[in-house]
């Protein structure tokens, strides 16, 4: 091989994939672009903190704020203490050869990789079908309906199962960050492991569980296919008052905004703009994931 | 600033606080923002009484009211012997059936395509792939790219049973969730055609249908639909357990009246008389 | 006096082994819950389909039910009446399914006689997923290769938060984009009969599979060997010729692992295909005509379908097929790849 073709294929090699990274970060910019342009219009204060009005051609999108808001909270109440006392588990007591720390690590692996409208089915077959079909039976036995259908309870319960394994993955990274030495230092002076896990691994991935969560939360406010058919509704009067009422959300609201509002054209600024919402919660939320762990990653250098 | 706090007040305190009487209503999504009007306007005039109101579909709201979850089911279709007899199973009632309004439903084209009229036969041939070129009706040469409901929509099904006599739709046809995202679709297609109830958007057209070759050729106006001109007309239902009394009969009834009907051109459906 | 720090020291050592013992249990038992959901969703998803093994309920005729009660005094013309009784008395009947019925060419759920073919569901999914990852697998091994082999320091740094931004965008939100605004370009540009097709799902698909490519490609290229790297270099490779030659060929394995979560990643994705392919359910090769994928199939028709009839248990069937499919998928990738990978860089 000559020099120059060997300079020319090495400009090639080089090239090519740096234009690939490229064109990565001109899609982001243009999708980016293409929606902030759209619906920073119609982004206003009336729009963010009012309700749909005129059959959902005017007015805001405050209910799907609110519901997305409940929704994530309830996940998080419910998925971050599973999720961090898994990642203590697998980190702390389990050793790394054993049968049910293998076994959990798969079931976390699987179902990360599980599909979200299956998620979807599951909320639907067994918390309401099952849980709630069988609570509504054992506590009222009316024959009438009340847990055994779609709620923000079942939608939540849905995400957070969808969410562990995010939060899993990021305790565990948090609690890897934890010095040995802290940990034999608290051994050495008599602390059980309890003790020393409470004392000493907790409080220093703290972090950690925050970036867990919050991922957790962006990933759960983008997600739409699990609440298709366990809570999401159309459109509602009122705000959900209990966790057996259904409620609006910010990802399927963009959804029937673009597909099934009455008329498409003139709600193209409402469509833009609650996708502009939706788009700079996720990104704040995962913004301050980066920056928490941004933090973290530094503390293992120092 | 004082809408928001509008809202919150409103969220907050409207359920069941000083509503003496709570109407729940579920059913079709075609019909959920005519619901919502009544509604809004009917609170409005009777503070005391409140009507919640949401969609999920026609079987959805059939399925709430067997299952004793709504008062008031919204359907755009009748109710199935099926449901029938499940609500009767279960209530010892085969149920009472309110037509609320006429719904007309037109096709679409594009605004730019020729063509100004077809009979219910030809758009049967159309949509179950026999006619599949805009020449074969009077067009220009291009085919015919055909969009549909989704398979669980009201309209999907009256428009299979009475447009299409039952045969099954073409499997070229290209299912929208819901009417807007049909029309928008047909107004971005010069060579194409959709269904739905009367839609007003820049792009598209209406087609004027006529019952046979020999019929005059309608137009999906207030005034043919309301008189049955229209080939394709379709009733709008309410369904209830039992024979209304109280609030919801008072409810009913005002739908019924004149005041009620008015509001059904506002939303584009039709009175039904 | 000597024994007495002793036995308080055992005292508290017994009463702490209590501590310890139910903190770890219930941490144990909490960490079991992953395995056990995973459980429940194989029970819960694949009992909905059982019943589909067994005849439907019969169900009543018009004549026999008799009529309805109306309320409101309208009366109907005779047109509407036949229009009317025409539609009330098509009922479909339930009447199960037979596996012919599944393995035919047509989903038509909704009729007089249910079609319930799956082939045009599942070639939905298969053209979209490949068509998805054909586009992304180059894109991301290469963005990839350029930010763990090539690139400077600064442009790692500005790569890295951008491929977390397009991570984070909500498969709504790409959905939406597909439907208002890629299908639109792409139908102009390349003059196309259908605007929602496979091929618009597909790119829009690909926006996100990309990061989940290029984030385990990366570690599987980062992950190779500095020695291996360093030798190469040293035996007088350039750059180019090492990352072509040493260092890709190393990651094979990974990289492998990276298409493989891809494709499972295209085949369960529901919003985006929902939104931007058609949902024409057609069996064809055509990448430019319209398709209806298995999830898509889901979440458009769940909501509405009656609970408990045939069409519900077929929906959680492709359910079913789904979970199996992206299961198997990422268990290969899981334990074939990464024990692959562990071997050939332990040299046993």
Known sequence: MTKTKRNILGAIAYSVPAFFALMIVAIVLYVMTTIVAGGWGSLTMDFLLGAPEEGMTKGGIFPAIFGTFLLVVIMSVVGVPVGTMTAIYLSEYASQRSVLARLIRFAVNTLAGVPAIVFGLFGLGFFIQFVGAGVDKALYDDGLLHWGQPNILWASLTMALLTLPVVIVAVEEAIKTVPRELREASLALGATKWQTIRKVVIPNSITGMLTGGILAVSRGAGEVAPILFTGAAYFLPHLPGGLSDQFMELGYHIYIMATQSPDVEATRGIQYATTLVLLLLTFALNFSAIFLRYRLRKRIIT | ?273 | MQQSPDISNTLMKKRFRIGEFLAEKVITATAFLSFTFIVLIFVFVFRETLPLFSPPEPVATVEELGEQETYGDLVLTEAEQAAESKEKNKDHVDEGVTVENLAGDRWQPISGKPKYGLLPLIVGSLKVSLIAVLLAAPIGILAALFTAAFAPKWAKEALKPVIEILAGFPSVVIGFFALVVLATYVQDTFGLQYRLNAFVGGVAMSLAVIPLIFTISEDAISAVPKSLTEASLALGATRWQTALKVILPAATPGIFAAVLLGIGRAFGETMIVLMATGNAALTSADPFEPVRTMSATIGAEMAEVVFGETHYHILFLIGSILFLFTFTLNAVAEIFVRQRLMKKFRGD
């Not at chain 2, 809202?7 to 999504?29: E, N, Q, R």
Request: charged share 20%; net charge positive; proline share 5%.
């Open chain 2, 1 to 273: 600033m004082k809408r928001f706090i509008a809202t919150l007040l409103l969220f907050t305190f409207t359920p069941s606080l000083f509503a003496a009487d709570v109407i729940t209503v579920k059913g079709s999504d075609t019909m959920v923002i005519l619901a919502q009007r009544w509604a809004e306007l009917y609170m409005k005039k009777n503070p005391n009484v409140t009507i919640q109101v949401t969609g999920g579909g026609s079987g959805t709201g059939i399925s709430a009211l067997i299952n004793g979850t709504t008062d008031i089911c919204n359907a755009s279709r009748p109710m199935k012997p099926g449901e029938k007899q499940k609500l009767k199973h279960r209530f010892s009632s085969l149920g009472v059936e309110i037509k609320t309004a006429k719904d007309g439903i037109a096709l679409y084209v594009h605004e730019k395509n020729p063509v100004k009229e077809l009979t219910v036969q030809q758009i049967k041939d159309i949509y179950t792939g026999k006619i599949t070129n805009w020449k074969q009706v009077g067009g220009s040469d291009a085919r015919i790219i055909l969009y549909s409901r989704e398979n669980n929509s009201g309209t999907y099904v009256y428009f299979k049973e009475n447009v299409l006599d039952d045969e099954d739709y073409a499997p070229s046809c290209q299912n929208m969730p819901g009417t807007a995202a049909l029309v928008n679709a047909v107004s971005k297609d010069p060579n194409g055609i959709g269904y739905g109830g009367a839609a007003y958007a820049k792009g598209i057209r209406d087609v004027a249908v006529k019952a046979d070759e020999g019929a005059p050729a309608m137009m999906p106006t207030a005034e043919n639909v309301k008189s049955g001109q229209y080939p394709i007309t379709r009733f709008l239902y309410m369904y209830v357990k039992s024979k209304p009394t109280g609030a919801m009969k008072e409810y009913i009834d005002w739908i019924l009246s004149e005041e009620g009907q008015s509001i059904v051109t506002k939303v584009g459906y039709f009175p039904l008389r």
